[in-house]
């Protein structure tokens, strides 16, 4: 049973450009989440996503959008790239459940210069 | 406003010594709590979760966790570690129907032979 994965594990990028990374799911759940982890900190929650649309947002901009796809999977767009978001994105699979547990990826790491 | 604390950023310890990793999290409202750990240039796995019943929870690798209502505590504890315990551990709330978790700073646990 695959765990939740996610591509690219890493990333360059330069200042004003845009990236697009990707998650796939643990088999079977249908909710995706993504936060970010900028280096030494905690995970801070970005978005969530389930049957397609967005459910719940943290506080980021509006150059922070996502997509879910029928098969569950999801991308996390970033336009207009800043050094500041130069983090590990970490992506978590569940059921749509508050009580439900957040299974996470390995994350990709974004280098923006 | 919802807040998670880690009072330790960093806590060395002599392998086969007990250690407690503390974490207190700000609500008046119904949670449900866990521990994650982060090995290097990894995504967080979970160790344990606390989402009703004995306020005494154990996980994997040994480790256990009390959450304490009164003090809004969830630390979490290990009798004996190991050098493979080396790694950095997050305390995460998910405040009731939040449908996300909220994480703290982070504790650098290092384990010295």
Avoid: M
């Amino acid at each position: 049973d695959a765990g939740v994965t996610q591509s690219p594990t890493h990333l360059i990028k330069t200042r004003g450009q845009q990236v697009t990374l990707r998650c796939s799911p643990k088999s079977g759940h249908d909710t995706v989440s993504w936060y970010q982890q900028a280096l030494g900190q905690g995970p801070q929650f970005i978005f969530q996503y389930y049957e397609e649309e967005e459910r719940q947002r943290g506080n980021f901009p509006d150059r922070f959008s996502g997509h879910q796809f029928p098969n569950y999977s999801s991308e996390l767009n970033v336009n207009a790239l800043l050094l500041g978001d130069s983090a590990l994105y970490l992506c978590a699979s569940s059921f749509f459940s508050s009580t439900d547990t957040q299974y996470f990826g390995p994350g990709t790491r974004l280098t923006v210069l | 406003a919802q807040s998670v604390t880690q009072l330790d950023s960093q806590v060395p310890v002599f392998e086969e010594a007990p250690v407690e990793l503390r974490c207190n999290y700000s609500s008046s409202v119904s949670v449900y709590l866990f521990w994650y750990v982060q090995y290097p240039n990894q995504g967080l796995q979970l160790l344990l979760k606390y989402l009703s019943g004995s306020t005494l929870v154990k996980g994997i690798n040994g480790f256990e966790a009390e959450f304490n209502k009164s003090q809004t505590s969830f630390h979490l504890r290990k009798p004996s570690v190991h050098i493979s315990d080396t790694a950095e551990y997050f305390c995460a709330v998910n405040y009731q129907g939040a449908q996300k978790l909220v994480f703290g700073q982070g504790t650098r646990l290092t384990i010295n032979p």
